[in-house]
């Protein structure tokens, strides 16, 4: 019990209820959470981490590394799949899970439900980054692209991530570290 406080409290992790958070209200505090001083290039930015498994939540956690506020958002029925991977699997914060997502706050947000899309556009209003690792035309599925988040907030940010690209014949394919080390000049990488 003592180690999962303390690597709860050095990662940061703060689970928000969507029922009765703030941002139903139309703010959210400022406050950071991993530092209450915050410093570094990054303090004062708040980052939206809708990514998922290494490349992403990686990538934003150097922004968290380097100061800025970033809330991890999951999906409440299929969360990160590196919860489980590593030790301590059963406790949802696996050795990998912890390692890309430390300094970060976290919520859940159905996106394919209107209110959690709702409660994402009013926390992209706050922010200056948005960070995914979607397939190509997902985030447009789920209605948060670019297009759909910079009308809410013209000056945000979208880094995406994909392992093929945005197009060519392998874009749709979800990548992971064993595709992409596989391919050689004479195979065709296999989503596995």
């Known amino acids: 019990v003592f180690a999962m406080h303390r690597l709860r409290r050095l990662t940061g992790h703060v689970c ?10 139309g703010s959210l505090s400022t406050a950071a959470v991993a530092s209450t001083t915050a410093t570094g290039p990054m303090a004062g930015i708040r980052v939206v981490d809708l990514s998922s498994v290494i490349s992403g939540p990686w990538a934003a ?7 800025a506020d970033v809330i991890k958002i999951e999906d409440p029925k299929s969360p990160d799949l590196t919860r489980g991977l590593g030790p301590n699997p059963g406790s949802g914060m696996a050795a990998m899970f ?29 922010s200056d980054v948005v960070v995914m690792n979607y397939r190509p035309g997902v985030a447009k599925k789920l209605g948060c692209d670019y297009a759909a988040l910079s009308a809410v907030n013209p000056d945000i940010i979208v880094m995406t991530i994909s392992g093929f690209g945005p197009s060519g014949p392998y874009a749709d394919l979800k990548v992971y570290d064993q595709v992409v080390q596989d391919p050689g000049p004479q195979r065709e990488p296999k989503c596995l």
Not at 61 to 67: K, M, T, V, Y
């Open 16 to 25: 928000c209820n969507t029922q009765t958070d703030n941002l139903q209200h």
């Open 61 to 67: 956690s150097f922004l968290a590394d380097q100061g």
């Open 98 to 126: 912890v390692s890309t997502n430390r300094g970060k706050r976290s919520m859940t947000l159905d996106l394919q439900q209107p209110q959690g899309l709702e409660l994402l556009k009013k926390l992209v209003r706050q």
